[in-house]
């Protein structure tokens, strides 16, 4: 489904303050794998997902999706394939704008109509089912600002539209990083269930090694701007987040330790 | 105030209620601020006064001169899209290459429409007295443009570029194309500007270069006026209330200007106008810090 070819993206080419965030990825996920993204502070798992959404144009390399070249499509024709979560509950929803408002914009993705309503009575009603689905009452609420929410409903809302039309990709940035733990595992509980309902193909950066290995059925490890480990299947049942940590330690040659073990290993 | 200074007011109010959209658009809407409008309503009432006198069509002449302001619009866009030049200064270049190109339409500093048909002549036949007659046709130009509007705000088109505003990466993971979304909305701006310099010119029976200056400020302070007026998430309620905060602010000026004992004149409305949107920015601001203050002594308490 998604293929990366050597893809190549550095920052401020040229100048002193040049970074290369990612130095040559090579990844190929099959349709229908959800796959875990782990990796230190600055690694380049942002990166690479922006890469793929294409809000960062690669410096060299190739990306596919589904042996369709789409390196040089633009981020919002990629939307057709591509739905995203970020992990600031702001960015993904406008807060001026209404629950049910953002929903049409995110109803909208991939077939932008132009000049009809974008809302009406029977959107209204499928918005309603979906939110009731969140149990956080906000099914009665589809007028009520988005900026009034809390980061973890707006969250939330942001998974639901990602999962609003059909899409194959799904991209989630530490989308729950933000939230307290019983928000995290009621939007990783929906997250779960959308992603098995609509078959999606997704990339998870998580921050937490519990999550990595709890869900999905395969876990990369990025460091330095490159895939350090690729764990699935048999190897990955047997691993605990111990094995994980001292994977870590393993590429860190300097025997650098984690700038903070808690946060890993939280949830 | 006379009934006739009345009626000059309103229909004065209306006209500008189409700078305030526009406005709206651009400064609430795309989060874009924009300056071109001080040129681009003097090129609507250059265009239309020129085209007129040239023995166009008055329906076509504004139609050219809306067209004239979308142009100037989609220049600023251009120079902010394409070149990364800072929104305020996009359009004060716009603005200023304006001013040249006003003179040349109008090949003199000013125009006279006096004989000349213009848009309001199919209705002068009617037997509504002239002075009503003008304001009844500007009021429903520019409600039919409200409505209009309105309904775009609510289209997937128009709530893409709200989005666009509000939140462009937002808007872009859900394949808006943001930059095409503010090309539109600063032609669709600048068209309507034009459109309200367009009727200036033919309900007022003149063009003249420097017609344009302040125009943001009066766009802006029916903009400000409207919101603190109406508090409200419906489109359709926003788009009027920027053109009842027009109305509002012609018949404060208009009130001030009239009574004697205060002694202000014309000339000293720009002055006005920058005293009254300057307080209306600066008042939220002192409410937040009071509000803070408030809030921060009751925690210590
Ligand atoms: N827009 C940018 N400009 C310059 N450097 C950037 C930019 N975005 C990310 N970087 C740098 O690229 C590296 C990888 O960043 P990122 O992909 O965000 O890491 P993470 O794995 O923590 O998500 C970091 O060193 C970061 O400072
Ligand atoms: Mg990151």
Redesign the interface.
Not at chain 2, 154 to 160: E, F, I, P, R, W
Not at chain 2, 170 to 175: D, I, R, S, V
């Given at each position: 489904m998604i293929r990366c070819e050597h893809l190549k993206v550095t920052f401020n080419a040229g100048l002193a303050t040049e970074k290369r965030a990612l130095r040559g990825v090579n990844l190929s996920i099959p349709q229908g794998e959800f796959i875990t993204v782990i990796g230190s502070n600055g690694a380049g798992k942002s990166t690479l997902l922006n890469t793929i959404a294409g809000d960062i144009r690669s410096s060299a390399g190739r990306l596919y999706f589904d042996d369709r070249d789409v390196t040089a499509l633009s981020a919002a024709a990629r939307t057709r394939d591509v739905a995203r979560v970020f992990q600031d509950p702001l960015a993904g929803t406008c807060g001026d704008m209404t629950i049910e408002e953002n929903m049409a914009l995110a109803y909208g993705r991939g077939n932008r109509g132009g000049l009809r309503l974008a809302l009406n009575e029977r959107l209204r009603q499928l918005f309603r089912e979906q939110l009731s689905r969140l149990n956080l009452g906000l099914e009665d609420r589809l007028d009520a600002k988005m900026g009034l929410l809390s980061g973890g409903q707006r969250q939330s809302v942001s998974l639901l539209m990602s999962a609003l039309q059909p899409s194959k990709i799904l991209l989630l940035d530490e989308h729950t990083a933000a939230l307290d733990p019983k928000t995290a595992a009621l939007v990783m509980d929906i997250t779960d269930q959308i992603v098995a309902e609509k078959k999606l193909t997704v990339l998870m950066v998580t921050h937490s090694m519990r999550q990595a290995l709890d869900h999905g059925s395969r876990t990369i490890m990025m460091h330095e701007g490159q895939v350090a480990f690729d764990l699935s299947g048999e190897e990955r049942s047997q691993y605990g987040v111990k094995d994980l940590l001292n994977l870590f330690a393993q590429i860190r040659p300097d025997g650098e330790e984690l700038d903070d073990d808690k946060l890993l290993l939280g949830t | 105030m006379s009934l006739f200074s009345f009626l000059g007011t309103l229909e004065i109010g209306f006209i500008f209620g189409l700078v305030a959209v526009g406005v709206y658009l651009t400064f609430r809407v795309l989060d874009f601020p924009d300056l071109t409008v001080d040129g681009s309503f003097t090129l609507g009432a250059a265009l239309a006064a020129a085209l007129i006198l040239a023995g166009v069509n008055p329906y076509l002449a504004t139609l050219c001169a809306m067209f004239g302001g979308a142009v100037a619009g989609l220049l600023t866009a251009w120079l902010n899209l394409r070149f990364n030049i800072l929104h305020l200064l996009a359009s004060i270049l716009t603005m200023t290459a304006l001013y040249t190109i006003n003179l040349r339409v109008m090949g003199k500093p000013n125009l006279a429409l006096i004989a000349e048909p213009t848009v309001l002549s199919p209705f002068e036949s009617l037997g509504i007295p002239n002075m009503y007659m003008k304001v009844i046709f500007v009021a429903a130009v520019v409600i039919a443009v409200g409505l209009l509007l309105a309904?775009?705000l609510?289209?997937?088109?128009?709530?893409?570029m709200?989005?666009t505003g509000?939140?462009p990466?937002?808007?872009?993971?859900?394949?808006?194309?943001?930059n095409e979304k503010i090309y539109a909305g600063l032609a669709l701006s600048n068209g309507l500007v034009a459109l309200a310099g367009a009727l200036f010119a033919q309900t007022n029976g003149f063009a003249d270069s420097t017609m344009g200056i302040g125009t943001i400020v009066v766009g802006l302070a029916a903009v400000i006026v409207g919101e603190s007026l109406l508090n409200s998430?419906s489109m359709l309620v926003i788009v009027f209330s920027c053109i009842l905060g027009s109305l509002l602010y012609r018949l404060a000026v208009s009130v001030a200007l009239n009574a004697d004992f205060i002694g202000f004149t014309t000339s000293d409305l720009n002055l006005i106008t920058a005293v009254l949107v300057g307080l209306a920015l600066i008042l939220p601001h002192f409410r937040r810090e009071w509000k803070a203050r408030k809030a921060a002594q009751g925690g210590a308490a």
């Open positions: - | 309904w775009f609510n289209t997937q088109y128009g709530m893409a709200r989005a509000a939140n990466r937002m808007a872009q993971a859900n394949g808006i194309v943001i998430r």
